[in-house]
Nanobody, 124 residues
């Protein structure tokens, strides 16, 4: 059973930075793509960033490209989301997700395992 546990959310001001972490259980999680999604109040969940199994490929939504960086540490079974120059519109619950797809590619869908989420609030 895959378990994903996010941490690192909080309340910050516009322009500040935060780093989210997601610890994945089990050695097998190292072989699959991981991603970050977010859901703002009264909005649908949206894809933010994804990384392939070895960290060699990443992809970002247009709204965060150039400000956010996704990375993973295989030794710690952890994926990170470094968020810089935060904006009020980045306010949302951020979710880590894993896609149990044996692929070399980075993907934006087919994620079936989810963490519980961590709140990020950016004040203006």
């Amino acid at each position: 059973q895959v378990q994903l546990v996010e941490s690192g959310g909080g309340l910050v001001q516009a322009g500040d930075s935060l780093r989210l972490s997601c610890a994945a259980s089990g050695q097998t999680t190292s072989w699959f793509p991981l991603g970050w999604f977010r859901q703002a109040p009264w909005s649908e969940r949206e894809f933010v960033a994804g990384i392939n199994w070895n960290g060699g490929k990443t992809i970002y939504s247009d709204s965060v490209k150039g400000r956010f960086t996704i990375s993973r540490d295989h030794a710690k079974y952890t994926v990170y989301l470094q968020m810089n120059r935060l904006k009020p519109e980045d306010t949302a619950v951020y979710y880590c997700a894993l896609a149990p797809i044996p692929t070399q590619e980075v993907i934006t869908e087919q994620y079936t395992y989810w963490g519980q989420g961590t709140q990020v609030t950016v004040s203006s």
